[in-house]
């Protein structure tokens, strides 16, 4: 019976409840007559019955008041809403969340970083305080905190009552000891040597002499480009499938990291053939000159820098033909035995004009110096390939942390761009230190890349050595006149005393003036106008020829420079070339004569344990009127010609060494295996070298012109304390003045 109740109860129950929402829509169903704000103090009524949605007039439903609840807590105004309907006046009662009247960050004294720090907390003040936004900043400002390097920072948020219904908001920051990267290790197979590794990466080991460098702090987006630059490197090297598996950075002692590469080098990969997809589509038959181009490559090691530089080559040939809405592009496809063929295609670009262009992000840059980088102008057509050298050409300047761009439709022929690029810090402090067996030597610096934002580099340093002081400051335009040319200014000062090796001390200062363009690609010619006042002391011990030269001396010169690079990486190079001519003219000078030099080195590598090299130096100087002015006579440079004390071959006058007019040196290496150490910081090299210093322009010199050789192996080492270079030489040929000096070491570094 009790049971057949409580389902009787129950059924009734079910059925009133059903009723009840079912008719619930009905008994709202009423229009608004009225809206009553209560309890707002800083928010006006209108404000709330915006951001509320609802209006006098519209029906009343639960989903409509529902809706109107969700909007005002999301505003943030609000810690509290209430929404109630009598007989058609809908009052809204609110209580309103505290103002941040002011953000505090206390225990930061770095300036550049409390900046970057004020830029995030600045965004809040003045706004509504609600916990879970302030918990999202301090994720951020602990980020900030981490690309400094300080990964154990302890942070303290205290909310501060104010009147108004205000609030302090105060972060009190414990940094923490700064986290150092202790040791960068390569795993995995690697097949490179750790110690060219850690040359392609921007990440350091932490030393004692990196004083002022960031680079040994760990950072997840510097880590993150280390994995860029990596992968770059090994694809370049023929590695297709190369990945890097993982980084990870493991926690020491006292703080510090390990920061962990592993790496899947894969199987090397060799060109094969290179083809266009479909000849018919070509724009022009002249693109089959580059035919000859692909068969060069062929049987060579991959290299995706190789394809990527034909296929700019191919590009350019389309633009200057105007097929501006051509684009080539390649794809890779793998065959057996390590062989890769390049399929080569030709993609139809959209075809609009650039209508309007805008830059964005620049805070301190002006925009003149981004829009002149820019190959395409507004009102051009657009064109993928020259747009993407236009981003390159921003990213060559070193003042932007990142260049991003999109388009926009205005209709089915024009387009805007907008441009945003990201600053980044562009000054830098720098210093180094060396000592070896030919003395000592000290340098630093101070450089700007982007002073009063137009990208202007200024550079100012210093270098002191055994025998001389040499300091210089220079201001770099790249964009003089909002044009593509860049000129440069320079001003420098040297004292150097070589009364004990040469017989000679000088003073010297000038100005220079000059400017530098690319004429094509890779190809740069350097101009340049010099005004110099020389002060010139020679030996008590000196001959009559050599003491009539004692006095001042005023030039007006004529410098200019060609230069052509092709070397796959300038640092550490393992295929290409690059050569350098230069002279210098006078055009009013006490000293009349003549400077020209030429260098260039070849670079050629068998595999990767194996890089043959050779270097070629010449350099003569010659007078137009009288004896060519002893302290601008020519030397081999000791690193030339090992074997040899440095500058201690050649014409002498009595036992002083006094240079020639002429001077060359020719030098060959190959790297060699590790062999004798399992010890991947040192690095071992086989050379050859040939030189010679000769004629004078009087015959009372001891000449023997006498080519000088020498063949040895050097030995680089990165040691805790620096690169150590140690090079142990044979003299094959010398003459009997010669000052022989087998064994060498230099210590130092740049930091």
């Known amino acids: 019976m009790i049971k057949k109740i409580l389902n009787l109860n129950l059924k009734y129950i079910l059925i009133i409840i059903f009723f009840t929402l079912f008719n619930q829509p009905i008994l709202l169903a009423q229009d608004i007559k009225k809206i009553l704000i209560n309890g707002n103090d800083r928010v006006s009524d209108e404000t709330v019955i915006m951001f509320s949605d609802l209006k006098i007039g519209d029906s009343i439903s639960q989903e409509r008041l529902n809706n109107a609840l969700k909007q005002l807590y999301f505003t943030n105004y609000f810690s509290k809403v209430t929404i109630n309907n009598v007989k058609g006046n809908i009052n809204i009662l609110v209580e309103e969340n505290p103002i941040i009247q002011k953000v505090v960050i206390n225990g930061i004294k770095d300036k550049n970083i409390l900046e970057n720090l004020n830029n995030i907390t600045i965004k809040v003040e003045k706004y509504p305080f609600v916990e879970n936004q302030v918990n999202d900043q301090i994720l951020l400002l602990k980020n900030i905190l981490k690309s ?22 105060i972060y009190n920051f414990n940094l923490g000891e700064i986290a150092k990267i202790n040791k960068i290790n390569f795993i995995g197979q690697k097949i490179f040597k750790d110690s060219t590794l850690r040359n392609i990466i921007k990440s350091e080991e932490s030393k004692f002499w990196k004083f002022i460098t960031r680079n040994k702090f760990l950072d997840q987006n510097r880590i993150k480009l280390d994995v860029s630059r990596l992968s770059r490197f090994y694809k370049n090297r023929g590695y297709f499938n190369s990945t890097i598996k993982s980084t990870t950075a493991i926690i020491t002692d006292n703080n510090q990291f390990e920061l962990v590469f592993n790496i899947n080098a894969g199987n090397k990969y060799y060109f094969d053939k290179i083809f266009y997809e479909d000849e018919s589509n070509l724009p022009t038959e002249n693109l089959k000159e580059f035919n000859n181009k692909f068969t060069k490559l062929k049987g060579k090691t991959y290299s995706k820098k190789e394809i990527s530089n034909l296929i700019d080559e191919i590009n350019d040939f389309t633009l200057v033909n105007d097929f501006v809405f051509l684009n080539a592009k390649f794809t890779e496809v793998i065959k057996d035995n390590n ?41 051009d057509p657009y064109n993928e390939i020259l747009f993407n050298k236009s981003i390159q050409n921003l990213k060559a300047k070193n003042i932007f942390k990142s260049v991003n761009f999109n388009t926009k439709d205005i209709n089915d022929l024009n387009k805007v761009i907008d441009l945003t690029v990201e600053e980044k810090p562009t000054g830098e402090i720098f210093a180094g230190a060396g000592t070896g067996t030919t003395g000592s030597s000290l340098t630093a610096g101070v450089k700007e890349n982007n002073y009063l934002g137009l990208g202007i580099k200024l550079d100012t340093n210093f270098v002191i050595t055994d025998d001389s002081l040499k300091g210089k ?61 020389e002060d010139l002391e020679t030996s008590s011990t000196a001959n009559d020829i050599l003491k009539r030269q004692e006095g001042n001396y005023f030039e007006n010169l004529l410098n200019y420079s060609i230069s052509l690079n092709k070397l796959d990486q300038n640092f550490q190079p393992t295929t290409g070339y690059v050569s350098n001519f230069s002279q210098t003219l006078p055009i009013y000078s006490d000293d009349v004569s003549i400077e020209n030099s030429f260098i260039a080195s070849k670079y050629h590598s068998i595999n990767e344990d194996l890089i043959l090299s050779a270097k070629l130096f010449m350099k003569s100087i010659n007078s137009l009127e009288d004896n060519v002015r002893v302290s601008k006579r020519v030397y081999v440079p000791g690193r030339r010609l090992r074997g040899f004390e440095s500058g201690k071959i050649g014409p002498r006058d009595g036992t002083q060494y006094i240079g020639g007019n002429y001077a060359t040196a020719l030098n060959f290496n190959s790297t060699l295996p590790n062999l004798i150490f399992e010890n991947e910081s040192i690095d071992f090299n086989f050379f050859i070298d040939l030189a010679n210093v000769w004629e004078v322009d009087y015959d009372n010199s001891l000449d023997s012109n006498k080519i000088r050789s020498s063949t040895g192996l050097a030995v680089n080492w990165f040691t805790g304390i620096g690169p150590l270079t140690f090079s142990y030489a044979i003299p094959i040929s010398e003459a009997e003045t010669d000052v022989t000096e087998k064994f060498r070491f230099q210590i130092g570094t740049s930091f």
């Open 148 to 169: 400094y390097g300080y990964y154990f920072v302890k942070l303290e948020a205290k909310v501060e009552d104010k009147k108004n219904n205000s609030v302090n908001l």
């Open 339 to 379: 062989k890769i063929d390049i399929k080569i295609n030709f993609d139809t670009l959209d075809k609009f004009f650039v209508k309007r262009i805008n830059i964005l992000g620049n805070y301190i840059t002006d925009e003149k110096v981004i829009r002149n980088s820019l190959i395409v102008d507004e009102g």
């Open 473 to 533: 400051f220079s201001v770099i335009n790249p964009n003089y006149n909002n044009s593509d040319k860049t000129i440069k200014a320079e001003v420098e000062s040297s004292t150097n005393d070589f009364m004990t090796s040469s017989g000679y001390k000088t003073n010297r200062t000038g100005l220079t003036l000059g400017t530098e363009f690319e004429q094509y690609k890779d190809l740069f010619i350097n101009l340049e106008i010099s005004n110099f006042y």
